[in-house]
């Protein structure tokens, strides 16, 4: 017996859904059209009509060594972290996967970071890895400047990056953990009669067969890295972009451009051009990676 | 080749005891099918021999060397399971090779013996499949193969026909056979089915609730089952037990208005007992209706194609009877039995173990048997 509503009038369902209409309207559709509408006029700072100006907004992107430079910084936020996360979520997961004593309590222990926003924890880290408290400190005294964040960009990226990851690993660790519980017990214990170690059988059996799982979290999570709020939360509280532009993101540089620069339309062609890179990536992964994932 | 022996081995989930120390010993080469209904502990048993499951307390050998505390790969075992556990992501070949790629055989020998192994179980044309692409029987196959290929000293068996059709459970029943006369490797083999466990094994153990009911021969437990539960467990359809009185004065039992005669000897070793009385369904014999017996009355028949099986009421307890092909009967009718001494078998009415009829009568069965076949009159 199925129960089913079934409305006579046809007002009545487009009521029911009319404030999730209109929020998708005023909160997706408009700003997109907005958007596109904004990268190819040039909208005066101080008011009057919109000119069109064609691709003049991309060209002036282009043109510009500093947008280079965010696409790059992007490039490797977003390919260093969601790697890194899947794999340390991967580690955990077999871990936690084996059921040793004490399971129970580092399962909740591992997905905890994600619950805390990233702004929140890009602060709480700016103070973990500052280069004058703690650990940082002694190793700043021993080598001075290994680790100095606020005077070389390198550093200044790997910090955002170190908190990309230590968030993500704990939404990564989830998936990864319930995709292990679907590998059924005896194949490992064939494994372990096969004479496979534990690596061995990780290596051999489970990746293989949580490749599904490693696919979705690849293309999510590597979105997440290009446009993710978190991506652009940690940078905004912990480096705001520098220093010397070494941690601007292409969604920071974005931001910053319109609404500290009011420039809308060249923040506007910037991100159709983001939008079009992460779907050229989503189109590579597809195309290339997922013929070598087996669903079955 | 090499023999297992298993003392005092207990295992308890928590505070679940699953095992209560178990004492077992199986030679070098031997067969053995472990038999019980699920639960009774017997894969946990052959899990712990495996090392998939820790020993709770005593200890198991294999070759005279403790393997507590070993990893499964260091015990020299090869496993089958029930569900096969096929890697679906490997092909055949991958699944049957890959406990020596793992071991580091070089790739050109690796090679040489898959294709050997597969010739052993029928499989060469099937290598570059995956699993998901054979059927059940071949897949089974593939999970002998890959047991085969090792060349274990033991071989253990978790119900891997199980999953399989009764045409294929009886073919792939002949094929392990085979196999072990081939190999000789020390087989352990964990089935809930009697029949697989009658024809295969060279030695039966039945376990029930964690504890060893009986170890012994096939036909040795058949003829002489230790328990009540193994009594019921091992026969189909299973034998008929009825609690009763052993009168001394007549040297019987009262059943079904009748009065069965035991040996007196024995009668009066028991003296006015009350025990289990067990006859099975096929040692039932049919009597004419004036010579007295006990009566039956038939319920329903259950045809065979070989014989018939009629469940009957005697006291208003049921009772099977094996019928021939050519003695008919219907529902409503009532059968005349006479019950043979020599068929009989008693137990414990407490603990339920086997009362031994001739240690009370030592002297050579057929004499016995002869002096106790008739049967009482009906009143």
Not at chain 2, 199 to 218: F, I, K
Request: proline share 5%.
């Amino acid at each position: 017996m199925e129960k089913r509503a079934v409305f006579k009038s046809w007002w009545l369902p487009i009521v029911f859904a009319l404030p999730q209409l209109l929020l998708i309207l005023c909160f997706f559709y408009w700003p997109v059209a907005a958007v596109v509408n904004w990268a190819f006029t040039l909208e005066p700072p101080f008011g009057g009509p919109a000119e069109f100006v064609g691709f003049a907004n991309f060209q002036e992107a282009f043109a510009d060594p500093f947008y280079w430079n965010s696409v790059v910084v992007s490039l490797i936020f977003a390919i260093v972290g969601p790697l890194f996360a899947i794999s340390i979520g991967l580690v955990l997961a077999i871990a936690v996967d084996r059921q040793l004593p004490g399971s129970g309590f580092f399962r909740f222990l591992y997905i905890l970071p994600y619950a805390i926003a990233g702004p929140a924890a890009g602060m709480a880290f700016r103070f973990i890895l500052s280069p004058e408290r703690g650990l940082a400190a002694s190793l700043n005294a021993m080598w001075p400047d290994i680790w100095n964040p606020a005077k070389y960009g390198e550093h200044a990226l790997a910090l955002v990056i170190i908190i990309f990851i230590w968030k993500w690993s704990g939404y990564t660790f989830i998936f990864l953990l319930a995709g292990l519980q679907s590998v059924p017990r005896a194949l490992g214990e064939a494994a372990a009669m096969d004479g496979a170690g534990p690596f061995r059988r990780a290596i051999d059996v489970q990746v293989p067969l949580l490749a599904p799982t490693l696919f979705f979290l690849l293309v999510t999570m590597m979105t997440e890295g290009f446009v993710g709020a978190d991506t652009f939360g940690i940078v905004h509280a912990v480096t705001e972009g520098g220093p010397n532009h070494g941690t601007e993101v292409m969604v920071y540089r974005i931001v910053d451009e319109a609404f500290k620069g009011l420039n809308y339309s060249g923040a506007s062609a910037q991100s159709i051009i983001l939008i079009g890179l992460i779907m050229i990536f989503t189109f590579i992964q597809f195309r290339f990676v997922e013929k070598r994932v087996h669903y079955k | 080749m090499a023999d297992i022996a298993i003392r005092a081995v207990r295992k308890s989930y928590g505070k679940t005891p699953a095992l209560h120390g178990v004492d077992l010993f199986f030679a070098s080469g031997e067969f053995v099918v472990i038999l019980g209904p699920s639960g009774c502990g017997k894969s946990t048993l052959l899990r712990m021999i495996a090392g998939l499951e820790d020993i709770t307390g005593g200890e198991i050998a294999i070759d005279g060397r403790v393997v507590n505390r070993l990893e499964p790969r260091e015990r020299g075992c090869a496993m089958v399971f029930q569900n096969y556990a096929l890697y679906p992501h490997m092909s055949v070949a991958g699944n049957i090779g890959y406990a020596l790629k793992v071991s580091g055989v070089p790739k050109a020998e690796r090679e040489r013996r898959i294709a050997e192994t597969a010739k052993i179980v029928g499989l060469q044309d099937y290598l570059a499949r995956r699993p998901a692409a054979l059927s059940g029987g071949q897949r089974q196959r593939v999970a002998m193969a890959r047991a085969i290929i090792r060349e274990p000293k033991v071989f253990l068996f978790d119900e891997p026909l199980s999953n399989l059709d009764a045409k294929l459970r009886i073919s792939m029943r002949a094929e392990i056979r085979k196999l072990h006369q081939r190999l000789s490797a020390t087989s352990v083999f964990v089935t809930h089915d009697q029949v697989e466990a009658m024809t295969l094994a060279d030695r039966l153990v039945v376990m029930n609730r964690g504890h060893v009911e009986q170890v012994g021969r096939p036909l040795e437990i058949y003829h002489r089952p230790a328990s009540t539960f193994v009594a019921s467990f091992i026969g189909a359809p299973a034998m008929n037990l009825v609690r009763s009185r052993v009168e001394v004065e007549s040297a019987g039992i009262r059943f079904g208005g009748a009065m069965v005669a035991i040996d007196p000897a024995f009668a009066a070793k028991l003296r006015g007992q009350d025990v289990t009385v067990g006859i099975r369904p096929e040692h039932c014999c049919l009597a004419a209706p004036g010579d007295g017996g006990v009566e039956a009355r038939v319920d329903f028949i259950e045809e065979l194609g070989v014989g018939r099986v009629a469940y009957c009421e005697v006291d208003g307890l049921p009772f099977a009877i094996s019928l021939d092909d050519h003695t008919v009967v219907a529902a409503g009718d009532s059968l005349f039995l006479t019950l043979p001494s020599e068929h009989l078998h008693f137990f414990d009415i407490e603990s339920g173990r086997r009362i031994e009829t001739d240690a009370a009568a030592p002297v050579a069965a057929p004499a016995a048997s002869q002096h106790s076949e008739q049967t009482m009159g009906v009143h």
